[in-house]
């Protein structure tokens, strides 16, 4: 295929573009730049993980698992491996002694915030050219469009759950 979609439609553009897009900037060689880019020494698989405990703040290590597809073992290890880093802390649920409240270091914000600036940059550099009411009219319709599917997400069949407080 030449890299455009055999459906075009709005619908079979949108979704041909946002699937390039997604595995492109989540590829683990991507997110390896990214993590050199912003002068990061840190795995590749460890920047969702900060980058979601920076965005939504301290959480359940179940509910994180949740958010990020993985299974609680993986996620136990991928936390067990950040604590050891010094990029997370976790401490007991004051609601439930069984579950463990997961949230970014000092030094795991600071690797956020790198990695937020660098993403910023990313979106700059991909809009260059564009006017300011063009690119206020994507991100408004691109927050909308993203509220929307991700309502229905959740609601899939497999969709891991937090109903174990263990984890």
Known sequence: MDG???DPT?????LTSLTQLMAQWTSLTRQTVVAREAGLTIDAGDIRPIYT???VGPIRAGDLAADLRLTRPTMSKQLARLETAGLVTKSPDPDDGR????ALSPEGEHV????????REMVDEAMRG?????????????????????GTDADQPGAPTSDDPSA
Do not use: H, M, N
């Not at 564009?130 to 991700?150: H, K, N, S, Y």
């Open 10 to 14: 709005p619908e079979g553009v949108l």
């Open 130 to 150: 564009w006017d300011a009411a063009e690119r206020g009219r994507f991100a408004a319709l691109t927050a909308r469009f993203v509220e929307a599917a991700i």
């Open 4 to 6: 455009t979609t055999a």
């Open 112 to 119: 956020f915030a790198l990695l937020v600036q660098r993403g």
């Open 99 to 102: 579950a463990s409240i997961v």
């Open 53 to 55: 405990l920076g965005r």
